[in-house]
């Protein structure tokens, strides 16, 4: 073993080793094993979990590396590794085997609630392994996962699931009937304020379903799961999906009100709105404000029995009328603006008639975590 080129005699590692207190017990380097309480063999286990054997010009972030069980073999592979654990390297036995290995791994203290790619880069491949249930915000891990993942860039987790939770933990033997009932019908986690399966940092324990969904809602596309019945443990892999966004597309296309838009409407020359109602009815002000005089169309509304009259002095249309009226911008004033988008998106791909399409609706409210409707 080399250390800034002086090899570093047998004795001399196992003195290193001996140094710290170890969680893994692994080969840190030919034949001399570190003293954990968890066997791990990492090479095989990252065979079984799917991670290829030439990494050559990957970037890693590998988040939980406690003491570099699977750092230097991932290393090993040809990748450019940064480790990531909330503990410190110098206490973990992190620093002792990367002194041994000589290793050019990077190591980041930090807690992956934080993680970013402005502060930490973007990697191709993310190793989350043995970590989501451990922390309180698992899916903002995984969505900081997608943010520092390169485009079709695959994250490897793994951890314990609710399914099998029986085999360890005595809360969950005792209610084995109930579980059992549900656990593959309906998406769910059991958080466990300290207790589950003994272990104090065992904080959300999810069936696969509500996993799954966690990744989802991530922008993941999982493309392998296995599952051990024994532990109650999971591994899998996901896709990043490019492009992914958790709010629907025509909510970028919101408008809270006409005013703010007077400049916007001047480009267009024939404006319909969409909805008839009482919504319609509070923006009268200032679509006369707002709108230039001239350019509205008409109001196309659903329901028939509104269709021949007026509204605000404008003639209520039947939407399949639209294509006639050939409107260059359909500003929307209703509940059912998703849907109203949708129909309208499909009008044009039937028709080939083309507009633009915003949602004015200064009475609903917005998630602003996740750009979602409130109600
Ligand atoms: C059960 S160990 C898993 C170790 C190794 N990845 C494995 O699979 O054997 C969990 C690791 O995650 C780290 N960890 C816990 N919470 C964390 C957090 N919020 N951010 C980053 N690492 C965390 C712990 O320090 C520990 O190293």
Same mark, same amino acid.
């Given at each position: 073993?080399?250390? /800034? /080129? ?11 080793? #001996? ?67 909330? !503990? ?8 002792? #085997? ?10 980041? !203290? ?13 990697? /191709?491949?993310?190793?989350?392994? &043995? ?27 793994? &951890?314990?699931?609710? +399914? ?66 024994? &532990?109650?443990?999971? #591994? ?47 923006? !009268? ?26 509204? #605000? ?34 009008? !044009? ?23 979602? +409707?409130?109600?």
């Amino acid at each position: 073993m080399m250390v /800034d /080129d002086k090899v570093l005699s047998k004795d001399e590692i196992l003195e290193l080793v #001996a140094s710290r207190t170890w969680y893994h017990r692994y080969e840190v380097s030919p034949g001399v094993m570190t003293p954990g309480r968890m066997p791990i063999d990492a090479k095989m286990l990252l065979d079984y979990y799917g991670l290829p054997q030439d990494l050559t010009g990957k970037r890693v972030l590998e988040i939980g590396a406690w003491d570099g069980a699977y750092t230097f073999e991932i290393e090993r592979r040809g990748a450019s590794v940064t480790a990531m654990d909330i !503990q410190n390297k110098d206490r973990t036995g992190f620093a002792v #085997a990367h002194r041994i290995n000589n290793s050019k791994a990077k190591h980041i !203290q930090c807690d992956v609630t934080y993680l970013n790619p402005k502060d930490h880069g973007k990697y /191709d491949i993310v190793m989350f392994l &043995g970590v989501y249930y451990h922390i309180l915000h698992p899916l903002l891990a995984f969505q900081n996962i997608y943010n520092v993942l390169n485009d079709e860039g695959t994250v490897f987790y793994s &951890g314990h699931i609710l +399914e099998y939770s029986y085999n360890i933990d005595g809360l969950m033997a005792k209610h084995k009937p109930e579980l059992m009932a549900i656990v593959d019908k309906i998406p769910l986690t059991l958080f466990s304020r300290g207790c589950h399966a003994n272990v104090w940092s065992n904080w959300y324990i999810p069936n696969l379903l509500c996993l799954n969904d966690w990744l989802a809602t991530a922008g993941f596309k999982v493309f392998k799961q296995q599952v051990h019945e024994e &532990g109650s443990t999971m #591994a899998g892999a996901a896709k990043k999906i490019t492009n992914f966004k958790l709010a629907p597309d025509w909510d970028a296309n919101r408008w809270y009100d006409l005013s703010s838009h007077k400049e916007d409407m001047k480009g267009y020359k024939r404006i319909l709105f969409f909805g008839a109602g009482g919504r319609l009815e509070g923006l !009268q002000e200032e679509l006369r404000q707002s709108v230039p005089a001239g350019a509205i169309v008409g109001v196309a509304d659903n329901d028939p029995a509104k269709w021949g009259k007026t509204i #605000a002095g404008y003639p209520i249309v039947n939407p399949k009328d639209i294509p006639a009226l050939k409107p260059d911008l359909v500003i929307i004033v209703s509940t059912f603006a998703v849907e109203i988008f949708e129909a309208l998106d499909k009008l !044009q791909g039937e028709t080939g008639l083309f507009f633009e399409m915003v949602n004015v609706d200064a009475n609903r409210l917005l998630d602003t975590s996740c750009g979602r +409707e409130v109600y």
